[in-house]
Structure formats: structure tokens, C-alpha cells
């Protein structure tokens, strides 16, 4: 319509709807028709401030001032778009900061600023950054739904696009955060968030399969490198950090660093304590360490996690057989081996204790000290006759008590 009136009206409806492009190309139609209308240059400023064209709505506010009339109504004008280029100037000094502390403070004035200028993609992707700073697992899924409902209207912002592929980062969905950067650098190949991104992703990942290979080869050392190589190429991505915590924990088990696995499925539970894999690694190394208790209590919270797995349910009456094990003479410790020992670990371990403890030793000792020596040579040799016995040794390492077995063999 060839009237400035109604322009004007229908962008004040349209900026009421918050669609700020419409309202925008009414008032500038409006200026188009009627150049000295200082109302026209107002209402063309605000919805340049909604689609956070900050500097310029300034410009804008500058020609409505120029024009008679506008003076009870430009200088409140003026001082409202100043406060909204304060808050953006504090909130971009605060994020240069790179910190947490420097990022909530960033993230706080721009949910003021975003629901200021509602229109502005250029400050939700300021406001979405410092979220994910801020709050780097919590912020990410907020960030990968408010991102989404951005990119309907603008699916070629280079911005945008890299925001949203570090909250797919954030969620530990790496390939399609490698995507969005690769896109958001073919529309802007000079896009430095871009670039710097996919660099850190394609490092870490490149250091992650390389210890992945080198766990599948069996050199167990080599993975555990890459894994904490891969954990300092980004000391904030929590999520990627629980897949390779857990990945260490299992490269440690493999080398019986029973403590260092536990170690390790600790941090990965401090991430997500529902991860059920962090929690069976844990269960199966606190058996190795002999806390059969603690083992148990693990795999049966797995168990409350996954009710129909069997291998958990298998893991966990294989805890409580050696909780019960546990409760007998431990016959490997009599003869200073593991309970993993092979037939000739046991046999070398029996004459290496069958030798100290050997009464002929002791015979210049007290006769407490022989008689104890005495009891000591007779359990090795028990404890010898049992392990050297395949037969004997299955019942054993099934459960069966030492008096059992042998009760068994003599009737």
C-alpha cells in the first residue's frame, strides 16, 4: 500500500508478532514515502535493534533526530539502544575472558540482550556459545534445541552452524558436529570457530581410533597413551571423556592395574553414574582386588539397570561364589601365587615356601616358633596336594570348602 500510515501499523503489528524482517520492510516503506516522518526512522530502528543491528538502528535514530518533532522521543530511544550495546560489548568482554566464571556472566546478560532483540541470530549464537561455556554437559542439549528452531529460518549461517556442532560435540556426537563445521566453512571458508573446531575434533578422534588399534592388538601400554593424549586435546568435553575413561580402565585391566581401572571407572561414574560399562569394568577389577563386597554392590546396580542381561547375572553369582571363596583358606596365598597361577607358578611357589617354612630351618628356634613353622609346612603341603590335583583344584575353584574335598576323596 502507497500509504506511511498504514506501514507503519502494520510493522508495529508485525514487530508485536516478532517478525522482525516484515516489520523491518514496512517501515522502511513507510521512509520511502514519507522521508520527514521521524516515526517512520523510530519504528525502523526498533526492528533494527530486534534483529540486533545495533549499529545500525544508531544510524537510523540519528536521522529521526535530525527530523522536527522527534524531540520528546529520540533521546529515550537513543538511551534504550545503549544500554542493549553496553550489555553486548560486556557480554563479548566477558567470553574473551575464557572462562567459566566469564562465561555465566556473558551467558546472564545475553538471555536480557536475546529477549531484547528477539530476531537476532547473530546474539542467540553469542547467547548459545556462552551457555555451552558455562554449563558444557547441561547447556549442550539445551543449545542442540534452541539451535534447531534457529536453523529452520536460516540454514546457511556459518554461526549457527558451528554453534550447533559443539553442542553435537557436547553430546558426544562427533561425526555429525565434524558435519556442521565442514558446512559452516564451505559457506565461510574463512570461519575460524569452524576451522578450529574440526581441527580439535579430528585430532581427538584421530588420537582415540589409534588407541583403540593398539588396545586390539594387545599393546595395552601404547593405548593407554593415546586415550590420555585424546582426554588433553579437550579438558572440557565431559562426554567424550566417559567413553575414554572408560576405554583407559579397560587398557589397565588388561595390564592388572586393578587399581588404576577403578581409578578410572570412578571418573567415568563422577560423569554418568548410570554407565553401566564404567560399572561392571569396575565390579570385575574390585574382584581382582579382592573387595568381593564392593564387587557385588556394583554388578547388582548394573543388574537394576539392565534386568535381562545375563552376563551381568552371571557376574553377579560369580562375585558371590568368591565372596564365599573368600571365606575358606585361601590355598594360592599359602603358596604365595595368584589364584590365575598355571601348574608350574604353583609347583615353583610350593618348593619356595615348602623351603622357608621347612621345620630344619626352625630347628634352632623356640618351640613355639617350631611347632608353628610345623603347622605352617603341613597347610603347604594341603594346600599343594589340592592345586597340583586337577580334579581337587576345580572343586576347589568352584567353591567346594578344603575340608569337602577332601572329606569327598577319602570316602
Known sequence: PQN??????????LLMLQKS?????????????DPTNFKA??????CLSHLGKLS?????????QSLPGSE???PAELASLGQLENMLRNSKQALAQDTEQGAREAALTLTTLADRCPGSVSIACLQMDAILRSRPKQGAAQVLAESARWLRAHTDNPDLLCVRGKALYGTGQVDQALKHFAEALRLDPDHTASRKMRSLLKEMDSLKTRGNDAFSSGRYDEAIERYTEAMAV???NIDIHLTLYTNRATAKYKLKDYAGAVDDCNAALGINSRHVKALLRRAAAKLELEEYKAAISDYEEAQQMEPNDRNIAQGLRNAKLELKKSMRKDLYKMLGVTK???????????????????????SSGSEEERAEAEKKFKEIGEAFEILSDPQK?????????VEEINGGGGG
Open 72 to 74: 520528546g522521543t529520540v
Open 340 to 362: 590365575h597361577a598355571t601348574d608350574s607358578e604353583i609347583k615353583k611357589g610350593y618348593r619356595k615356601m615348602a623351603l622357608q617354612c621347612h621345620p630344619d630351618r626352625h
Open 41 to 46: 526512522h523510530i519504528r525502523a530502528a526498533k
Open 21 to 33: 524482517e516484515q516489520a523491518l520492510a514496512d517501515a522502511q516503506k513507510a521512509i520511502e514515502l
Open 234 to 236: 579437550d579438558k572440557n
Open 4 to 13: 506511511a500510515t498504514y506501514c507503519l501499523n502494520r510493522a508495529a503489528a
Open 56 to 64: 545500525d538502528a544508531r544510524r537510523q535514530l540519528s536521522t529521526a
Open 393 to 401: 583344584k576345580e572343586k576347589y575353584d568352584q567353591g567346594q570348602d
